[in-house]
């Protein structure tokens, strides 16, 4: 069983910075790649940012520049920087790994997702 256990959300003054962790455990054979979503009230969850095994990452344009993705790939762990924070960013936070998991029979890949994190940007 795989989970995806985040951690570091909270309330945050615009222009502050805050940094979200996400670690992965469980019967993992490798991770392929692991990502941030958020999803704001009324919104549908969207893509923050990614981070592939090679390290390659991709932001969505809304946190270029003020956002920044990192991976420990010993430690399944994948986190989220997040400087120059806007009341917009205001959401609730998800990790998502695509993981490579064997059963003793075969392999499997799949997405996981976390149970999410709530970032508030307020003064």
């Known amino acids: 069983q795989v989970q995806l256990v985040e951690s570091g959300g909270g309330l945050v003054q615009p222009g502050g910075s805050l940094e979200l962790s996400c670690a992965a455990t469980?019967?993992?054979?490798?991770?392929?790649?692991m990502g941030w979503y958020r999803q704001a009230p009324e919104n549908e969850r969207e893509l923050v940012a990614t981070?592939?095994?090679?390290?390659?990452?991709g932001y969505a344009d809304s946190v270029q520049g003020r956002f920044t993705i990192s991976r420990d790939n010993p430690g399944n762990l994948v986190y989220l920087q997040m400087n120059s924070l806007k009341p917009e960013d205001t959401a609730v936070y998800y990790c998502?790994?695509?993981?490579?998991?064997?059963?003793?029979?075969?392999?499997?890949?799949?997405?996981?997702w976390g149970q999410g994190t709530q970032v508030t940007v307020s003064s």
């Open positions: 469980g019967n993992i054979f490798s991770i392929i790649s």
């Open positions: 998502k790994a695509y993981i490579k998991t064997h059963d003793g029979l075969q392999y499997e890949w799949k997405d996981y």
């Open positions: 981070v592939g095994s090679g390290g390659n990452t």
